[in-house]
């Protein structure tokens, strides 16, 4: 990562201690996993931290502290994008997060 610049430090400025010091120092990593897409030690780890802020799972549902669905959409502007957002998608709907992914054409992108 990158430490956040002065224009993205102004923004954030009405929000304190909302974005992580990690992330606004630019010294935040992502988690490491055993690169099958399986890893359920990782899975667990983002459960466990959308149920500390109130998220909880009813029926196969993850929903958000109002009791509302949780979900997402992922736009994709190529083919491998897609793929790569198919495997988001699949490893997210096993702690129920809903997530569509929508294709864009060249046109749409502009």
């Not at 997402?72 to 129920?96: M, N, P, V």
């Amino acid at each position: 990562g990158h430490p956040a610049d002065d224009r993205e430090k102004a923004l954030l400025a009405p929000y304190p201690g909302r974005v992580p010091a990690d992330v606004m120092d630019g010294t935040w990593k992502p988690p490491v996993t055993d690169g099958s897409g399986q890893d359920r030690k990782v899975l667990k780890t983002a459960f466990d931290l959308l149920k500390s802020i109130g998220y909880h799972v009813n029926n196969g549902t993850m929903l958000d502290p109002d009791g509302k669905p949780f979900g997402f959409e992922i736009l994709t502007a190529s083919q491998d994008e897609e793929r790569l957002a198919g495997i988001y998608q699949r490893t997210l709907e096993k702690i129920g997060i809903n997530v569509s992914i929508r294709s864009l054409d060249g046109d749409q992108i502009q």
